[in-house]
């Protein structure tokens, strides 16, 4: 099946500046790949997804980029806020059937201080 | 809308004892899941149902199973709780590709 590895497991950055996560995968079938953020005692919820027919997604101060031969794919924040302190979970899934097997990182923490 | 709902929110459990979670969704998905996050680690699937009457095993279903009710609900039972039991369980639904997480509940076997 497949599996996901997600670095760093911790990452403090000051306001401003910008924040990089990184994962890779193994399931070369894998063509969905989105970003979870969750705060402490909360829900996951996507910030970020893209698929692989693109290399490249941006959404205001975030970005994801995925590189299909390497079988990686990055998350960059930039401008970082206190508001983005929080744990940051990438996921692959392969398409098999009508549901997405969502395969999960291990997590991210990231802190930003003011 | 309330999005994907959860009960209980928090539950303590003694080894060997039973209990079921529930699940239900308001959004008309299709599918829905059922993962479980310890900490350090991500969320692992632990059952899923890609439309109503179906289910499926995913990364870790031992020791549990499942019950799709109807297209709204989605039911996780733990039939002798163990203490490597003990975690965050959260559902979700999805219709093509986000996934949209309940609340969580956490469970505690001791």
């Known amino acids: 099946g497949e599996n996901v590895e997600q670095h760093p497991s911790t990452l403090s950055v000051q306001e401003g500046d910008s924040a990089v996560i990184k994962c890779t995968y193994s399931d070369s079938a894998s063509n969905y790949f989105p970003w979870y953020k969750q705060e402490l005692g909360k829900r996951p919820q996507l910030i970020i997804d893209?698929?692989?027919?693109?290399g490249e997604k941006k959404d205001q101060r975030i970005a994801v980029t995925l590189n299909k031969t390497a079988k990686h794919f990055s998350l960059h924040i930039t401008e970082t806020q206190p508001e983005d302190s929080a744990v940051y979970f990438c996921a692959a899934s392969p398409p098999r059937g009508s549901a997405r097997q969502l395969t999960f990182g291990s997590g991210t923490q990231l802190t930003v201080l003011p | 809308n309330a999005g994907v709902t959860q009960t209980p929110k928090f539950q303590v459990l003694k080894t060997g004892q039973s209990m079921t979670l529930q699940c239900a969704q308001d959004?008309?998905?299709?599918?829905m899941y059922w993962y479980r996050q310890d900490p350090g680690m991500g969320l692992r699937l632990i059952y899923y149902?890609?439309?109503?009457?179906?289910?499926d095993k995913g990364e870790v279903p031992n020791g549990y199973n499942v019950s799709r009710l109807n297209k709204r609900e989605f039911s996780l039972r733990l039939e002798s709780a163990a203490p490597s039991q003990t975690s965050v369980y959260f559902c979700?639904?999805?219709?093509?590709?986000?996934?949209?997480f309940g609340p969580g509940t956490r469970l505690t076997v001791t």
């Open positions: 149902s890609a439309s109503e009457g179906t289910t």
């Open positions: 979700a639904s999805s219709e093509v590709y986000e996934q949209y």
């Open positions: 893209i698929r692989s027919n693109v």
């Open positions: 959004m008309n998905h299709n599918s």
